[in-house]
């Protein structure tokens, strides 16, 4: 099941950064007083009462700006717009309302979406409270009063958001077909590999319009076994503002791996590997899910015999942080190796959902142990006492220890390739929680 996703936005400086770090819970977009600062778009995961949803925090909105970067930061904002399921829109009491908010209530309108009008910096209620009212004037309806910098009337904003949400986030049946998400940067070849993998198997059982706009979720057939592809092409590069413009398709990316199983990131041979490539691999593997890297265009580079090993060696380091990703280069123009895909899927997917036996996995971890002694601080030695597995998708355990401060991340990662050893979980991330014995709420 999905999650709901709510855009922060507003005209520039009126507080939308510092309103979206309260709600996220930690310090995720940069905060400065100076117009213009968050140009990328951030996202992050957030919850109210038992809702989970998407924030998304954008650069600030100037409808009529000229100025390049202003220009950039509205398609980034209006495509923030389009995706959302709700909207928060952002104002500023201290400078009333001015002719901006109005643009941009205009162009929330025309947008069709729910729009949840907050009134920032009410830092006292009792100097500033009669200065809402004014925001009436913008026809969105009732302007909920909050201050972000001392964390007043939260509540009844959330209380509001989470009422919008789609009626079907509730409702929708779990399915178990695999679902693969294609996810980077724009002209990689996503489009063209549903559409050569249609051809290929000349199974067309259906095309679902996607929960997220211009998504299309394409079902394949390939050996009796149903997948389904979710395809995130529609946003194309638009003159200089390219660059800019890949960054802005993020939370497309966002929203079509929430709701993927495994992930295809797909990379261009003719451009190599970029920074851009790792950032967006990097949200499935944030979000926990199965990963296979295919490098397209295979077909139209020059190659040695060295070619492959050269690209495999870049894209280890570049991916250093997911080195249980699968590698498989590819050709959707020529069919090049695309069969390979569907033996790839289906081996991560048994990997992201397999499940380890408690004195098994104690086993390993006794003998990991006795292999390497565990780190010791001022005298206290780390003793690691029990493991098991709570989870899968990703496969998740948890370790009980005397002093969950010893356990450093190195040793953990010690014991997790000691996991994958003796398992290997190809494809798929593996989460460790630690936690000292007598703890509960595992």
């Not at 002719?99 to 100097?127: H, I, W």
Request: glycine content about 8%; hydrophobic content about 40%.
């Amino acid at each position: 099941m999905r999650k709901a996703i709510v855009a922060v936005v507003g005209r520039p400086n009126v507080g939308k950064s510092t309103l979206f770090n309260v709600i996220a819970g930690k310090q995720i977009s940069i905060v400065q007083d100076t117009p213009g600062v968050t140009r990328d778009r951030i996202y992050a995961d957030a919850s109210w009462l038992n809702y989970h949803f998407t924030l998304v925090d954008t650069g600030g909105i100037e409808p009529d700006a000229q100025d390049v970067i202003l220009s950039q930061m509205r398609s980034q904002a209006e495509l923030a717009i389009d995706t959302a399921d709700v909207i928060l829109f952002v104002t500023d009491v201290r400078t009333g309302v001015v002719d901006t908010d109005y643009e941009v209530a205009e162009m929330l309108r025309k947008s069709g979406k729910p729009v949840v009008l907050c009134v920032n910096k009410v830092d006292s209620f009792q100097k500033f409270g009669n200065d809402i009212y004014e925001f009436y004037s913008l026809g969105l309806g009732d302007p909920f009063g909050v201050s972000s910098v001392n964390q007043l009337g939260l509540g009844d904003l959330l209380d509001e958001v989470v009422k919008h949400f789609p009626a079907e986030l509730s409702t929708e049946e779990e399915d178990d077909t695999v679902k693969i998400a294609l996810i980077g940067k724009p002209n990689v070849g996503k489009s063209s590999l549903v559409n050569k993998l249609l051809g290929q198997n000349r199974v067309i059982v259906s095309e679902i319009a996607g929960t997220t706009r211009d998504a299309i979720d394409t079902e394949v057939v390939h050996n009796g076994e149903h997948y389904i592809f979710i395809d995130t092409a529609g946003l194309r590069r638009k003159g200089r503002v390219s660059d800019d413009i890949e960054r802005y398709s993020v939370i497309r990316t966002v929203a079509a791996v929430d709701r993927a199983n495994i992930c295809i990131v797909m990379i261009d041979a003719t451009q190599g590997v970029t920074a851009e490539d790792a950032r967006i691999a990097g949200i499935a593997h944030e979000s926990g899910k199965g990963v296979i890297i295919a490098v397209n265009k295979w077909d139209a580079i020059e190659k040695t015999d060295k070619t492959m090993q050269e690209f495999k060696k870049t894209m280890k380091e570049t991916f250093a942080y997911m080195d249980y990703a699968e590698f498989l280069f590819i050709s959707a123009e020529t069919g090049q190796r695309l069969h390979k895909i569907f033996e790839m899927v289906n081996f991560v997917r048994q990997n992201q959902t397999l499940r380890i036996k408690t004195g098994v996995l104690n086993e390993i971890m006794a003998k990991a142990t006795a292999m390497k002694q565990p780190p010791s601080d001022k005298g206290k030695r780390l003793k690691l006492y029990y493991i098991t597995q709570i989870g899968v998708e990703p496969p998740a355990f948890v370790i009980f220890v005397n002093a969950r401060e010893l356990m450093h991340f190195s040793y953990t990662r010690y014991i997790e390739n000691q996991i994958r050893e003796a398992f290997g979980f190809v494809g798929t991330p593996l989460r460790f929680i630690i936690r000292e014995r007598g703890e509960e709420n595992v």
